[in-house]
């Protein structure tokens, strides 16, 4: 199994611990009969469930229901804990764009019940991430992501966005897990979450940076 992220420099990272934020952004909250949280949703994946550009999407058994959200994904480079949000940006390798992938139906029946999402969102191949593109080689961690199944857009946003950006998101993990090279960060996923089926083609972009190809089975 292939567990390494490739850099544009030809770097290549071990995918270690995943954490992915829930509702960062305000209208994908509202399409979720939500709101943004007080503080950060937080959920785990394991690496396990990481495939790379041109890998296969394998839909559960068990739902009816599986949902693509692209997200700006931050690829932590360094061990670090406590950091401030000022030093935050010292300790990212680079940024690619991910898909989390989840099963709807299961996590909704996980909400009602107030049970984790594990089952939901940590399935294998659950986590889709692009190449990455070295921290030091852009301008601003603003980005605008797309994701398009089968060539029809369905999501489309710039990252400044986000309600709480890159750096206080580091700062908000850090003060509570290790943050360790090869962790990596999914960032939330904007409005327009929908459905995926078998043979679907999806394609996400970093536009200008980095592309995610991904076929459903
Ligand atoms: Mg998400």
């Not at 709480?164 to 960060?185: A, M, W």
Request: proline share 5%; charged share 20%.
């Amino acid at each position: 199994m292939n567990k390494n992220i490739a850099f544009d420099d030809g770097r290549e990272m071990t995918v270690g611990t995943m954490y992915c934020i829930g509702q960062n952004y305000a209208k994908h909250a509202k399409e979720m009969g939500a709101s943004v949280p007080d503080s950060p949703i937080i959920f785990l994946k394991p690496p396990s469930a990481y495939i790379p550009d041109g890998g296969q999407v394998t839909l559960p058994v068990i739902s009816q229901n599986v949902h693509h959200e692209v997200e700006l994904v931050v690829i932590i480079g360094k061990e670090c804990r406590n950091v401030s949000r000022a030093d935050a940006l010292d300790y990212v390798a680079g940024y690619a764009v991910g898909i989390d992938i989840t099963m709807r139906d299961i996590q909704k029946a996980a909400k009602d019940k107030g049970h984790p999402w594990a089952v939901a969102k940590g399935f294998a191949s659950s986590a889709p991430i692009s190449k990455a593109i070295s921290a030091e080689k852009v301008q601003s961690n603003i980005f605008d992501l797309e994701l398009s199944i089968n060539g029809e857009l369905k999501q489309k946003v710039s990252t400044s966005n986000m309600e709480r950006p890159v750096e206080e998101l580091i700062e908000y993990l850090s003060s509570i897990f290790i943050l360790e090279k090869g962790d990596v960060i999914f960032t939330g996923t904007p409005e327009g979450v929908g459905q995926i089926h078998a043979g679907d083609k999806i394609t996400a972009s970093l536009k200008g940076y980095a592309e995610l190809n991904v076929t459903v089975i």
